[in-house]
């Protein structure tokens, strides 16, 4: 199943590390089992992916040859802290502790919905992330995207 995710939501995590999920975001989710694997991003931020996601990034790590120590370190980085989570009947989800500190999640979050995945923020280190947006947007599309002739 493809997703095409999109959205930005400022959302909160309760004392024991639980998060609802929005509505418009189960939505877009299609009333698929809500089972998730959640992990560390590039950066210092957390990625959830819906299971047939995490299945397919896996199975991309799993080409990689164990015998090439930079490919031994890449795959060690990307299920580093890997964790399966499941919506619960309210919509939470829960993360873990070591995961939450990793991020410096302590109460506000943004949840960034793109593709196929779902960046988890702290609200001050994605707030942060925005002042560090180009001045000029076009300068930086011109650059990554003005090569790609997109087929329609």
Same mark, same amino acid.
């Given at each position: 199943?493809?997703?095409?995710?999109? /959205?930005?939501?400022?959302?909160?995590? =309760?004392?024991?590390? %639980?998060?609802?999920? @929005?509505?418009? #975001?189960?939505?877009?989710?299609?009333?698929?089992?809500?089972?998730?694997?959640?992990?560390?991003?590039?950066?210092?931020?957390?990625?959830?992916?819906?299971?047939?996601?995490?299945?397919?990034?896996?199975?991309?790590?799993?080409?990689?040859?164990?015998?090439?120590?930079?490919?031994?370190?890449?795959?060690?980085?990307?299920?580093? /802290?890997?964790?399966?989570?499941?919506? =619960?009947?309210?919509? %939470?989800?829960?993360? @873990?502790?070591? #995961?939450?500190?990793?991020?410096?999640?302590?109460?506000?979050?943004?949840?960034?919905?793109?593709?196929?995945?779902?960046?988890?923020?702290?609200?001050?280190?994605?707030?942060?992330?925005?002042?560090?947006?180009?001045?000029?947007?076009?300068?930086?599309?011109?650059?990554?995207?003005?090569?790609?002739?997109?087929?329609?």
């Amino acid at each position: 199943m493809m997703h095409q995710l999109t /959205g930005e939501y400022h959302c909160k995590v =309760d004392t024991k590390g %639980r998060l609802k999920l @929005p509505s418009g #975001l189960i939505r877009q989710l299609d009333g698929q089992m809500l089972n998730f694997t959640i992990n560390r991003g590039f950066e210092r931020h957390l990625i959830l992916y819906p299971q047939d996601v995490w299945d397919k990034k896996t199975k991309e790590f799993s080409q990689l040859s164990i015998y090439n120590k930079k490919n031994r370190q890449a795959i060690r980085y990307f299920y580093r /802290g890997a964790s399966l989570i499941n919506c =619960d009947s309210s919509d %939470r989800i829960l993360i @873990p502790k070591l #995961l939450m500190d990793y991020a410096g999640i302590e109460r506000e979050v943004v949840l960034f919905a793109y593709q196929e995945q779902i960046e988890i923020w702290d609200k001050h280190a994605y707030e942060s992330l925005l002042d560090e947006e180009p001045e000029d947007f076009s300068d930086l599309a011109e650059e990554v995207l003005g090569n790609l002739s997109i087929d329609e």
